[in-house]
Each structure stands twice: as structure tokens, then as C-alpha cells.
């Protein structure tokens, strides 16, 4: 045991100096590289927020002091921690509140199971308590004191990682179950039954609580992060929409090429094939910038809408198809993509009128009534973008029908404009949902608040 205590204190005092020259290493790379030294220094911080020299240290001791649950848990979370100065130093530009989102999720998981194992624990905790037979009482306890260190040492470790995400009350409630589950230890150990349950239960009870705590914050998070992403969304959809564009006069251009037997060469027929290639990759970015939005799920649904138009063209241009169906969808790509850049500049309008009479909260003062329009904002924004949507369905269902109406009367054959009729009741399907949906939300949300309450 001293020799593997010996070495967990010897790769402590290598990450100290691993940071004495990481420090070094900023300060030289501060004039000629400031965006490396930044990322050094980021990671220089976390190190000593985490304390990851210290966790090594207190492993060492639980080692000599044989107590190897916590140790282990000791050693897993400096082994967490450092992962993440490599993170840090990678410096993969995704944005901080993004990180931070990815953060809270991840710590609600190990809370959750967290909790879980604790209920584990204060089960058979009980049923040691309840055993009449002192010695039998005393071996169980005895089994399960290895199980409660490492689950105490877990939730400082967790308590610490929660303070760090900026997570105080759920860090709080966490730190008081460790504390409750030490003392529900100490006093089933003293044979006091009762005030182990129930410092047992409280040590539950307040595990429950950071989950919910936990939650509030993520949630907070999570709006924040959308509101970055919503002032974004205007440029980008500009950008797919031009990307599009560009396409379509492609398609069109290239239909122009086909010769009298409306055949294209075999040259044109591989740009089809590069066109097709083009519209799929704008396929990609169009689902994933609509994935990054699943909070906002009338915009997302909007975009899988796009996205699925692009795949049709891109099917089409694959097999050489470039005739005025494809450019018809692919204009029906670049329509909804103005249509929800219309929506957020209307909503923009709004927020303007809005602030004509209150101000602007005179600076940083005014942030949190600002936080908390946001929501209502968003909102307006998807209630915008639902009706320009309905009005938008509605004129091509009319549309269809009238030229069904007139190629009925010529007797020509409509198929193509009843299978067209199809997808336009499966839109209207989806704009239902969508408006469902967004409506039951609105009702959720002050009842969620509530329920979140600490």
C-alpha cells in the first residue's frame, strides 16, 4: 500500500510541475502565438479549479489509509479532469455556453446515478438496521461502509464539479448528501437506528432536490444558448438560401444545354452529377444547423422541410434530371428558407417597438428583464414563422387544385399533381403538430418553473 501511495503522490508533484512549465510555455508563446498561450492559460485555470493535484494527494493518502472506494473515486475524477485540460488545449471553437450545455447534460446523468445508487444504498442500509441479530447487524454495516465512502467521495467530487458549472444550489444540496450520508454511517456504526434513516432519507431527499436544481440550470443554459443561436440564425439562413440559389440557376443553365432530343452530353451529364453532390452537402449543413435548434421545434421542423427538398433535387440532378420539377423544388427550398428569415425579421421589428419605451434597463441593469423576454420572444418568432408557413401551404394548395381544375378539363393526366396534392396534406399534418406542440409547451412552462423551484 505505501508504494502505490508513494506513486500516486509522485504523479501529483509531475502535474505540478507539468503546470510550472505550462505556465512557462504561455509566457513565451504570449507575443508570437496569443490565441495557443490563451488556450494554456485556460487550461492552466481549470487544472487549479479542479484541483487536480490535490485530488492525486488526497488519493494517496486514502491508499495508505486503505481506503481504496474513495481513492478510486479520487483517481477516476483527476482522470476526468485532466481529459479536460485536453479539451481545453485542442481548443475545438465550440462556442462556451455550447460546452456548458454538454456539461450540465453530462452531470445530470451522474447525478441521476448518483441518486440511484444512493437509494441502492439506503435500502440495504435499512435492511442492516433491521436486523435483530447484532452480530449479522454488524457484518452487513461493515460490508456496505466500503460502498458508502466511495458514494460519499463520489458526491464531494460531484458537489465540486457542479460548483464549477456554475450550478451553486444543486453543488449545495449535493455537499449536504455527503455530509448526511457520513453521518448515516457514523451512526448506524453507534447503533442509533433512528437518526441513520433518517439522515439516510435527508441525504436522499437532497439528492432529489440538486436533480431538480440541476435541471432549473441546464434549462437556463439551454435558453441562453438558443438565443446565441437565434441572433445567428438571419446570416445563416441567408447563406443557405444564396447557396441554393446559386444552384438552381446551375440546374436551370445546364437544362438549357440539352440538344433537340432534350439529351444532355456526357460532359454536362457529370456536372449534373458534381450539381447533385453540391446539393447534398447543403443538405447536410441545412439538417444540421436545424439540429442545433431542437429547442426551437417549429424552426427545426422548418428545416427538416428544406432539407428533405434539397435530398429530392439532389436526387434528381443525380440521374440527370434538371428539368422545371427540380428547379420547381428547389425554389420551394429557398421559399421556406425566406419565409423563416421574414419571420425572425419581423420579430426583430417587434423587439424594437418593444424597447421604445422602456429603454434598454440602463446597461447590464436590464439583463435579466431582457433573460426573461427572451422565451416569449422566441416564441413569437415560431408563432410568426407558423402562420407565414399556413398562408405559404394554403396559396399552393390552391394553386394545385387550379391546375388540376385545368388539365381535368383538357383531359390530360394529373397524377403528378395528386401525388403534389399528397404531400401538401402531409405539411398541413405537420404544421397541426408543430402548432400543437408549441402551444402545449407555453401551457408546460410556468408549471415546469414551479416545479423546479428549490
Not at 440546374?251 to 444545354?257: G, Y
Amino acid at each position: 500500500m505505501k508504494k502505490i501511495a508513494a506513486r500516486q503522490q509522485e504523479l501529483a508533484r509531475n502535474v505540478d510541475q507539468m503546470l510550472k512549465e505550462m505556465q512557462q510555455t504561455e509566457k513565451e508563446l504570449g507575443q508570437t502565438d496569443p490565441v495557443a498561450a490563451a488556450s494554456i492559460a485556460s487550461s492552466i485555470k481549470h487544472a487549479h479549479e479542479a484541483g487536480i493535484g490535490n485530488q492525486m494527494r488526497s488519493a494517496s493518502q486514502n491508499v495508505e489509509n486503505n481506503q481504496m472506494g474513495q481513492a478510486l473515486s479520487r483517481q477516476q475524477e483527476a482522470g476526468k479532469q485532466l481529459s479536460e485540460m485536453i479539451d481545453i488545449l485542442q481548443n475545438r471553437g465550440e462556442p462556451e455556453i455550447a460546452k456548458l450545455v454538454k456539461k450540465l447534460r453530462e452531470a445530470e446523468e451522474q447525478l441521476a446515478e448518483l441518486a440511484r445508487n444512493h437509494a441502492e444504498l439506503k435500502k440495504k442500509l435499512e435492511q442492516a438496521l433491521n436486523q435483530n441479530q447484532a452480530d449479522a447487524r454488524k457484518q452487513q454495516l461493515d460490508r456496505l461502509s466500503q460502498h458508502r465512502e466511495q458514494l460519499e467521495s463520489e458526491m464531494e467530487s460531484m458537489a465540486s464539479q457542479l460548483k464549477r458549472l456554475h450550478a451553486e444550489q444543486a453543488s449545495e444540496s449535493v455537499a449536504g448528501a455527503a455530509k448526511n450520508v457520513e453521518q448515516s454511517g457514523q451512526s448506524a456504526q453507534n447503533g442509533n437506528r433512528q437518526s441513520a434513516q433518517q439522515q439516510s432519507a435527508e441525504a436522499q431527499k437532497q439528492l432529489e432536490d440538486a436533480r431538480k436544481q440541476l435541471a432549473k440550470t441546464r434549462q437556463q443554459a439551454e435558453a441562453e444558448l438558443l438565443d446565441e443561436q437565434m441572433a445567428q440564425l438571419p446570416g445563416r439562413l441567408r447563406s443557405l438560401a444564396d447557396r441554393e440559389r446559386v444552384l438552381q440557376m446551375q440546374t436551370l443553365a445546364l437544362d438549357h444545354q440539352r440538344n433537340e432530343l432534350q439529351q444532355l452530353s456526357r460532359t454536362e451529364k457529370v456536372r449534373s452529377v458534381e450539381l447533385s453532390q453540391q446539393q447534398m452537402q447543403l443538405v447536410k449543413d441545412t439538417s444540421a444547423l436545424g439540429e442545433e435548434l431542437a429547442a426551437a421545434e417549429v424552426f427545426q421542423r422548418a428545416f427538416e422541410s428544406v432539407a428533405a427538398r434539397m435530398r429530392q433535387a439532389a436526387e434528381a440532378l443525380s440521374v440527370f434530371r434538371t428539368d422545371k420539377t427540380t428547379q420547381r423544388t428547389q425554389q420551394l427550398a429557398i421559399s421556406k428558407l425566406e419565409l423563416m428569415h421574414q419571420a425572425l425579421a419581423k420579430s426583430k421589428d417587434d423587439d424594437a417597438k418593444g424597447n421604445k419605451g422602456g429603454g434598454d434597463g440602463g446597461g447590464q441593469g436590464g439583463g435579466n428583464q431582457q433573460k426573461n423576454q427572451q422565451g416569449p420572444q422566441r416564441s413569437v418568432a415560431e408563432i410568426k414563422l407558423l402562420k407565414l408557413l399556413q398562408e405559404d401551404l394554403s396559396q399552393r394548395v390552391l394553386s394545385n387544385q387550379a391546375e388540376i381544375d385545368n388539365l381535368e378539363s383538357s383531359d390530360r393526366d394529373v397524377g403528378p399533381l395528386l401525388v403534389e396534392r399528397v404531400s401538401l396534406a402531409e405539411e398541413q399534418g405537420e404544421l397541426a403538430q408543430s402548432t400543437f406542440n408549441l402551444l402545449r409547451v407555453e401551457e408546460a412552462e410556468p408549471n415546469a418553473e414551479d416545479q423546479l423551484a428549490p
